[in-house]
């Protein structure tokens, strides 16, 4: 009883992060905002809702795209908003993979991308970031010339950056798309979204999930040229963003003071929480997002994981041989939580067998 596609039929389901509804526990699996978004969302969604929900949404979502052109200085046909930056990558996808095309990733990064590929059946080109300080291989990923090349930027799991010197000479070398996720961005030093006025072939994707807040909504945005975005169009559901997400995003994108406010306190915890991993004899990655990659002494990161599961506190283990092994990846919370992970931590340390 095959009724899908061969392709379809053999590749495993995207694995979404534990979300465990109704339980009081620290999350810090999926990282999450800590904060809640701008109140403005409140007034957003009283605004003549009742009204306009009779009717569909604006197809193009064409306020909250000006208003992100205003925020990042381009026109609003440089803008296409989605149904999150998921609701990008398999537009993406579905435009420009298929059998006979490739699409290549550093890996490790966010299982989405290999996700779409499989769906579309094309080719994989798996490139393995540097064992050590998890950097991108740009040379390698300039080799496997690919029809789509997904880079995260800030990467995760790992946290780490490629400057936009590295992502320039990319883009520069490669005759297919560079899609740049720039879901991290809000904590991170740069942006590269500069380089799709340089470069016909690169797309930057943003969501407003993470330094936002609002990761229930589902809204984020691809920036690239005109010509691109317009074949993009083209796979996109009709009315992918709801009159409710784009109220609420235009004015979560109008009070930037309070989305780089918690960006600055998330940054100042995410130091203090790596000094105290550090300080309890873990390896910590360099991070410009809200999580840090963890290496746990002695390579016991799975039971941390589990003893920190016991204590209603949720982090995210990887165990990926040869990519990302025995590895925690630990959203940066509030103060309050951050305090909880590390009693956790030092409990089941004292409890150990
Ligand atoms: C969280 C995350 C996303 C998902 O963003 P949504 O807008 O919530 O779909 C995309 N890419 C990366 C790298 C992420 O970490």
Redesign the pocket.
């Known amino acids: 009883m095959n009724y899908m596609k061969p392709n379809i039929e053999a590749m495993d389901a995207y694995v979404p992060g534990e979300q465990m509804p109704g339980r009081e526990v620290v999350k810090l699996n999926t990282?999450e905002n800590p904060y809640p978004p701008t109140s403005a969302v409140i007034d957003a969604m009283r605004h003549e809702l009742l009204g306009q929900l009779r009717v569909y949404p604006d197809p193009r979502a064409g306020r909250f795209c000006e208003a992100v052109g205003n925020l990042l200085g381009f026109e609003p046909d440089w803008v296409l908003a989605a149904n999150?930056?998921?609701n990008l990558i398999v537009m993406i996808a579905r435009a420009a993979l298929g059998p006979g095309r490739r699409m290549a990733q550093p890996v490790p990064t966010?299982p989405y991308y290999d996700t779409q590929a499989q769906v579309e059946d094309a080719e994989l080109i798996n490139v393995p970031c540097d064992p050590e300080t998890f950097a991108l291989d740009i040379d390698a990923l300039q080799a496997a010339d690919a029809d789509v090349t997904f880079v995260?930027n800030p990467n995760?799991p790992t946290g780490i950056t490629a400057s936009n010197d590295d992502l320039r000479r990319l883009a520069a070398g490669l005759r297919g798309l560079l899609v740049i996720?720039e879901?991290y961005v809000d904590f991170a030093k740069d942006t590269a979204v500069s380089l799709t006025r340089e470069f016909d072939n690169v797309i930057v994707l943003r969501?407003l999930?993470?330094g936002y807040s609002l990761?229930g909504l589902r809204l984020?945005y691809a920036v690239a040229q005109p010509a691109i975005l317009r074949q993009l169009w083209k796979t996109k559901e009709i009315y992918n963003v709801t009159t409710l997400s784009q109220e609420i995003g235009l004015a979560a994108i109008r009070d930037q003071d309070h989305k780089n406010a918690n960006a600055e306190k998330i940054k100042a915890d995410r130091a203090k929480l790596a000094e105290a991993l550090t300080q309890r004899g873990c390896r910590v990655w360099p991070s410009q997002t809200n999580f840090l990659m963890v290496a746990v002494p002695g390579g016991k990161a799975e039971p941390v994981g589990e003893a920190l599961k016991a204590r209603d506190v949720l982090v995210r283990y990887f165990k990926q041989p040869a990519v990302m092994n025995d590895k925690l990846r630990i959203t940066v919370g509030s103060p309050e939580q951050n305090e909880k992970l590390l009693k956790a931590w030092d409990d089941a340390k004292a409890n150990r067998p």
Do not use: E, H, I, V
């Open positions: 990282n999150g930056s998921d966010f995260a995760s996720d879901a969501t999930s993470k990761a984020g």
